[in-house]
């Protein structure tokens, strides 16, 4: 059984860092790119980054220069380093992997970011 679960989600002000945790069981995790979405109210889920079992990483030009996505393949978990948050990056993140056709997602951490 597939279970990814966030955590590292909080308050923080304008310019803060936060860092974002993922662990996932269930898979063979270092032969899955892993990707980070996010979704603010009112506005359709986002990719916000992912990261190839080669630990290439690809950027939304939203957050790039700011967040920094990694995977620790011994730990199953892959991280999301967020850096210079506005708010405009308030939203629930996610965490997610595709196998095959199927997607799977975590339950979300809330990221709030006050002005």
């Known amino acids: 059984q597939v279970q990814l679960v966030e955590s590292g989600g909080g308050l923080v002000q304008a310019g803060g860092s936060l860092r974002l945790s993922c662990a996932a069981s269930g898979i063979i995790f270092n032969s899955r790119t892993m990707t980070w979405y996010r979704q603010a109210p009112g506005k359709q889920r986002e990719l916000v980054a992912f990261i190839s079992t080669d630990g290439s990483t690809n950027y939304s030009a939203s957050v790039k220069g700011r967040f920094t996505i990694s995977r620790d393949n011994a730990k199953n978990t892959v991280y999301l380093q967020m850096n210079s948050l506005k708010p405009e990056d308030t939203a629930v993140y996610y965490c997610?992997?595709?196998?095959?056709?199927?997607?799977?997602w975590g339950q979300g951490t809330q990221v709030t970011v006050s002005s």
């Open positions: 997610n992997t595709l196998i095959r056709r199927d997607n799977y």
